[in-house]
């Protein structure tokens, strides 16, 4: 068993932090970064008091249409190029299993188009690949073997790493500072254009796929491992 330290919320590696404060039902969210990124309720994603792990609320989310967009296409590039390294976390409260959920993209979720997206899968895997542009080939296409808890009624911290410089090993998935091992590696091929969307939380990118039940908070995307 293999545990992860996690090191402070905000420091100069971090790139995004939301950690979804609020009234119960504000559409209103704060990126904590240094980017301060613009960050959008779409469908009718919101701030709810009904379960929190920090910080008294989390954002909804109800399987339905919701999502989170955030910043602008070319600021998420680091996600998927040649050189690209970076750490995304989260606190997860599952709803439910039944679907494959979101957990952020830039891609749409299309091996066609160019950028990343990461799920928790229906049997509690956790996915992440990095896309270039050519249908059916992916840059990284990583699945774990372990899974998250079968549990709903908890928040949970998921991280996934993902350092491109490495020519193996180059994905880790943590479940409460334990690693979940799993399969897939790099392909060597990746693309330096811009992601097909800007940043999605709960969604693939683009409204594609918002099938994410769940409750999340404490969002941060670090572009160091």
């Keep these: 068993?293999?545990?992860r330290p996690r090191r402070a919320r905000v420091?100069?590696?971090t790139v995004l932090y939301a950690?979804?404060?609020?009234?119960?039902?504000?559409?209103?969210?704060?990126d904590m970064s240094a980017n301060n990124y613009a960050m959008t309720a779409q469908g009718s994603a919101k701030l709810s008091t009904a379960y929190s792990k920090f910080m008294l609320s989390s954002l909804?989310?109800?399987?339905?249409?919701?999502?989170?967009?955030?910043?602008?296409?070319?600021?998420?590039?680091f996600l998927h190029n040649s050189t690209a390294k970076f750490?995304?976390?989260?606190?997860?409260?599952?709803?439910n299993f039944?679907?494959?959920?979101?957990?952020?993209?830039?891609?749409?979720?299309?091996?066609a188009y160019v950028g990343t997206h990461c799920a928790l899968n229906a049997d509690r895997t956790i996915s992440l690949a990095i896309v270039f542009g050519t249908s059916a080939q992916y840059a990284v296409s990583f699945t774990s073997v372990g899974t998250f808890p079968n549990d709903t009624t908890a928040f949970h911290h998921i991280e996934v790493d993902c350092d491109m410089s490495l020519a193996n090993g180059n994905v880790n998935v943590y479940v409460d500072g334990v690693r979940?091992?799993?399969?897939?590696n790099k392909s060597g091929?990746?693309?330096?254009?811009?992601?097909?969307?800007?940043?999605?939380?709960?969604?693939?990118?683009?409204?594609?796929?918002?099938?994410?039940?769940?409750?999340?908070?404490?969002?941060?995307?670090?572009?160091?491992?």
């Excluded at 909804?60 to 590039?77: C, F, K, M, Q, R």
């Excluded at 039944?98 to 091996?111: D, E, R």
């Excluded at 330096?192 to 709960?202: D, F």
């Design 1 to 3: 068993m293999i545990l």
């Design 11 to 13: 420091d100069a590696y």
């Design 19 to 30: 950690p979804f404060i609020g009234p119960n039902a504000s559409i209103t969210f704060k």
């Design 60 to 77: 909804a989310l109800d399987g339905v249409d919701d999502w989170v967009s955030v910043g602008a296409i070319g600021n998420w590039n």
């Design 87 to 95: 750490t995304f976390e989260m606190q997860y409260k599952a709803n």
């Design 98 to 111: 039944i679907a494959n959920a979101p957990l952020f993209g830039t891609s749409t979720g299309s091996s």
């Design 180 to 184: 979940l091992v799993g399969t897939g």
């Design 189 to 225: 091929s990746y693309s330096n254009a811009n992601s097909q969307t800007t940043l999605a939380i709960g969604d693939y990118g683009g409204g594609t796929n918002p099938v994410t039940n769940a409750y999340i908070t404490d969002v941060r995307i670090s572009n160091i491992i």
